[in-house]
Every structure is written in structure tokens, then in C-alpha cells.
Nanobody, 115 residues
Framework: QVQLVESGGGLVQAGGSLRLSCAASGSVPSINRMGWYRQVPGKQRELVARINSGGSTNYADSVKGRFTISGDNAKNTVYLQMNSLKPEDTAVYYC?????????WGKGTLVTVSS
């Protein structure tokens, strides 16, 4: 079993910053990539950012220049530094671990940005 535990969510004013963390534990397989998605009620889950095992990153256009994803392979942990937050960034943020056979999801952490 693989467990993903997210932390770092909370309430912040617009323009502020938060740092999300996601640690994988248990029988962690070889990791292809890890990433962050977010979802608001009534909408599909959308990709925020991802990083592969070689360190290459991808970002949603809406967060480019504001969010930075990074990883610590030794700790099976991925981070999301979120700066210049906007009210439209309010969502539940989910961590995903993509191995070569399965995807694993965390339970999510709520980020609320007040205007």
C-alpha cells in the first residue's frame, strides 16, 4: 500500500503564499512523476503542476510564474510553493504519484484564498 499525505493548506489573503507538501510512504514503487491537481465543487479536477523523476516540470497556464513545484527523491516528497495567490486558486489540492503501473492519490488539502 502507498499512502500520500498532503499538508500545508489553509486560509490566506489574496497576494499571500502557501507551501504544500506531499509525502509518500509505504511500499512506494518506482516513481515516474508526481504532481498536484486541484478541484472546486462542480468542476473537473485539473492539473496544477507536475515534476518527473528527472526534474522536468509542467505547469497550468493559470499558475505559471506564481507556483513552483519541486521534489525530494530521497524522501519521496513533492512540494508546491504558491505565491501571489488569487481567490480563483481556492480549491482542494490533491497530490498524485504516478508509477509505471498505477496512480496514487492523496486525500487532498483545502486552500482558501480570501479577497
Amino acid at each position: 500500500q502507498v499512502q500520500l499525505v498532503e499538508s500545508g493548506g489553509g486560509l490566506v489573503q489574496a497576494g499571500g503564499s502557501l507551501r504544500l507538501s506531499c509525502a509518500a510512504s509505504g511500499s512506494v514503487p518506482s516513481i515516474n512523476r508526481m504532481g498536484w491537481y486541484r478541484q472546486v465543487p462542480g468542476k473537473q479536477r485539473e492539473l496544477v503542476a507536475r515534476i518527473n523523476s528527472g526534474g522536468s516540470t509542467n505547469y497550468a497556464d493559470s499558475v505559471k510564474g506564481r507556483f513552483t513545484i519541486s521534489g525530494d527523491n530521497a524522501k519521496n516528497t513533492v512540494y508546491l510553493q504558491m505565491n501571489s495567490l488569487k481567490p480563483e486558486d481556492t480549491a482542494v489540492y490533491y497530490c498524485v504519484l504516478v508509477s509505471y503501473t498505477m496512480n496514487y492519490w492523496g486525500k487532498g488539502t483545502l486552500v482558501t484564498v480570501s479577497s
